[in-house]
């Protein structure tokens, strides 16, 4: 199959889960020998989409990029728009103004896809037509853009969760003029069904695969650094968005009532985020570091109220940890009961009292872990790769 | 295609255009949070009242907008639900065996 995927920012220096899911998802379909072609932006940032890549045609790992540059973004009146937007959607004009103010909005990509796409030549004679595109992503400029431009073989893979933009009428525009859907977990595909009203539109949980861990080594990682004897890990951007606030209140009303683990944080750290003294941070951290910190923690919290997949879920199983994870995130509380690889929480309150648990219980922290580990064995490239033949073959037939 | 892919040079604006007629009606009509009422006082008091309303509103709407946006689909969510359970009696009906 000759696969074009459309995606807001690709590329190793830039750090963003939807984006590094595309890369890696783009890479495995290469691997299994299909061909992909990105389009994609010059930015790294995704609020000034300022160029750090060069324009042009690069290959990464097989895969061909196709970068282009942007219209300057409005971030602040993007910004001020979702506000209004969030408390009244559905104004075309307000909608279209905040498309365009975040962006990115590439006119050279939508003229290559465009002199790709729309042709009276069938598609075999096309110059660089592919079978079908791929927009990741339903937030961005790109896949708004692209979408009504390729229709008759435009695939979106949403990434959606319970935000305010997922209730815009030209977010429900994008879901429905896709041929097919591509989600990450069952839940999402119900969200997704549900609040656009396309039940009818063929779908797969595609979800992600994942690359063999590097080992963990809990000693590596307390040579390196200054770690509690015990503690649960975060593993992810520092972020208030993430729910790291919320984590850091829940951890001191458990370590006032005695709790024995410490807390760290192990993420690149957003602006304006107070962290207090007990808390051990690392910055950003590389996959080496990532499997040494979980070798040393006991447990894996997630705290995020917003995920498509958690797949920090799947990496703290894959290395037999358990997770305790926001019962607010339905992804991730769907993941914990299909798993059975960690507890929930529902507040402050129950977050001291599942860790607790966890905690005083090596036994239960084993099994947690074991199940989890079972449940991770099953995010293979090569079976991620099956399930996206499934939803691409019939489009392309 | 539309009007926006037939062009030479893809136009942001009719594209989103594009996007606006393929959204349709929604499955259920959008929550909605009006804007602060004005204060009923006149002068600099009513003035004040008026824009504390504003900052206090402005101050919660990302909190405002989650809890929307959760409710929404919750709303979706159960109508859905009601749907497939209508769905599934019918098709029972249908099918039942009939009354002696």
């Not at chain 1, 728009?81 to 050279?108: I, T």
């Amino acid at each position: 199959m000759d696969i074009a995927f459309v995606v807001q920012r690709y590329g190793a220096e830039v750090a963003g889960g939807a984006e590094a899911l595309c890369r890696d998802t783009a890479r495995a379909l290469v691997r299994a020998g299909e061909d992909v072609t990105v389009y994609t932006t010059t930015a790294r940032d995704y609020l000034s989409w300022e160029p750090f890549y060069p324009p042009g045609d690069w290959v990464d790992d097989g895969v061909v990029v196709r970068r282009f540059t942007v219209d300057p973004p409005n971030p602040s009146r993007a910004a001020d728009l979702v506000r209004e937007l969030g408390l009244a959607p559905g104004d075309p004009m307000r909608e279209a103004e905040w498309a365009k103010a975040q962006g990115p909005v590439s006119r050279d990509m939508l003229r290559a896809l465009r002199r790709n796409g729309d042709s009276p030549l069938s598609r075999k004679e096309r110059v660089n037509a592919h079978d079908v595109v791929v927009c990741w992503t339903y937030l961005y400029a790109t896949s708004q853009l692209v979408m009504p431009l390729v229709r008759d073989r435009a695939v979106l893979v949403p990434l959606a969760h319970e935000e305010p933009m997922l209730r815009f009428a030209l977010t429900r525009g994008v879901i429905r003029m896709a041929r097919a859907l591509a989600f990450m977990t069952p839940e999402e595909r119900r969200l997704v069904e549900d609040t656009a009203g396309v039940e009818d539109t063929p779908g797969v949980v595609v979800g992600a695969g994942f690359d063999p861990a590097p080992d963990g080594d809990a000693g590596r990682a307390r040579r390196a650094r200054a770690l509690p004897d015990r503690f649960a890990l975060y593993l992810g951007r520092v972020d208030a968005a993430k729910g790291v606030d919320a984590l850091i209140r829940a951890h001191a009303g458990y370590r006032e009532a005695g709790g024995p683990l410490g807390l760290v944080l192990a993420g690149r750290e957003a602006p304006g985020m107070r962290i207090p003294d007990w808390v051990t941070t690392t910055g950003f951290i590389g996959d080496d570091e990532r499997a040494d910190l979980l070798d040393a923690a006991e447990v894996v919290v997630l705290p995020s109220p917003y995920e498509s997949l958690s797949l920090v879920a799947l990496e703290a199983w894959r290395a037999g940890r358990p997770t305790l994870g926001n019962a607010r995130a339905q992804v991730v509380a769907g993941q914990t009961a299909r798993s059975g690889g960690g507890l929930l929480y529902t507040g402050p309150r129950t977050y001291g009292q599942q860790l607790a648990r966890l905690a005083d219980d090596p036994r239960a922290r084993r099994d947690m872990g074991e199940r989890g580990r079972r449940f991770a064995a099953g995010w293979t490239w090569d079976a991620c790769v099956a399930r996206w033949r499934e939803l691409l073959t019939p489009l392309c037939a | 295609m539309g009007a926006a892919a037939g062009e030479s040079e893809p136009d942001p604006d009719l594209l989103l255009e594009e996007l606006r007629r393929a959204a349709g009606d929604p499955p259920l009509p959008p929550l909605h949070i009006a804007e602060p009422a004005p204060s009923a006082r006149d002068g600099v008091s009513g003035k004040a009242v008026g824009s504390s309303r504003r900052a206090v509103m402005r101050l919660i709407t990302p909190a405002l907008a989650d809890l929307l946006a959760q409710l929404e689909a919750d709303r979706h969510r159960m109508q859905a639900e009601i749907r497939r359970l209508e769905a599934r009696v019918a098709h029972l009906e249908k099918y039942a065996p009939p009354e002696d």
